[in-house]
């Protein structure tokens, strides 16, 4: 069974940082598009970055210069290092696999920013 287990989240007081991983089983990593996701109280889900197998990356704009996703494929593992954030980042944050029509989630991890 594909598993991606995500960690690193927390509350953190604005202007901080947090890094979260994501660890996959069970896929071949390396082929995947990797992805960051969060979901805010009473909002939709939506891309925060993603990352091709070949390595290019893509962020939504309310995080650029500040995110930076990153994936090590020998540990199948994807990051989101999170810098200089804000209350507006508060979400739970998912990780997300895709090739072709296949998609798979993580289960979440929650971030809180908050003083």
């Known amino acids: 069974q594909v598993q991606l287990v995500e960690s690193g989240g927390g509350l953190v007081q604005p202007g901080g940082s947090l890094r979260l991983s994501c660890a996959t089983s069970r896929i071949t990593f390396s082929i995947y598009t990797m992805g960051w996701y969060r979901q805010a109280p009473g909002k939709q889900r939506e891309l925060v970055a993603d990352i091709i197998s070949g390595g290019s990356t893509n962020y939504a704009d309310s995080v650029k210069g500040r995110f930076t996703i990153s994936r090590d494929n020998a540990k199948n593992t994807v990051y989101l290092q999170m810098n200089s954030l804000t209350p507006e980042d508060t979400a739970v944050y998912y990780c997300?696999?895709?090739?072709?029509?296949?998609?798979?989630w993580g289960q979440g991890t929650q971030v809180t920013v908050s003083s």
């Open positions: 997300n696999a895709r090739i072709f029509r296949n998609t798979y």
